[in-house]
């Protein structure tokens, strides 16, 4: 079942070269104007409420990451193995304990999001590790 978010009308003016870049972006992405704003809007507002979380592109998507260091999932992922707190997490990662605050801190307003991208990795390395042993069984 999915969720309707309910979406009202918001009028914003800006500068011609930032329109500019919005298309090209947008253009480079296969991504509407609209969804492209849409979504940069919503990245600044999370970034602004969590500080220490940037939005980053790769091969896999668009997704959160703390500053300098590692993607939101993988803190929390390590946070959730290590079991014995953000500091543990931090010594782990080689992160200021700060950075792991705020990467729960976000996953704790985003858990959906961050629990997706958790399961989305563990699928991907199944995925890797039985391809691995399919041809560690060929090759003998």
């Keep these: 079942m999915r969720t309707v978010v309910q979406q009202q009308h918001f009028t914003l003016r800006l500068p011609q070269r930032v329109l500019e870049c919005r298309e090209e972006q947008a253009a480079a992405r296969g991504a509407t104007k609209t969804a492209l704003a849409e979504r940069y809007l919503a990245e600044a507002v ?23 260091g590692p993607d939101v999932w993988e803190v929390i992922e390590t946070f959730q193995d290590a079991g014995a707190g953000a500091a543990a997490a931090a010594r782990y990662l080689e992160l200021p304990v ?3 605050q705020a990467a729960i801190g976000y996953y ?22 039985a391809a691995w042993r399919r041809r560690q069984a060929v090759a003998g």
């Excluded at 969590?50 to 703390?66: E, K, M, Q, S, T």
């Excluded at 307003?109 to 890797?128: C, L, S």
């Design 46 to 68: 999370a970034v602004a409420q969590h500080p220490g979380i940037v939005f980053r592109d790769g091969a896999a998507g668009r997704r959160a990451g703390v500053v300098g």
């Design 98 to 100: 700060g950075l792991v």
């Design 108 to 129: 704790a307003d985003n858990r959906a999001e961050i629990d997706g991208w958790i399961a989305h990795n563990a699928a991907v390395a199944g995925q890797a590790e």
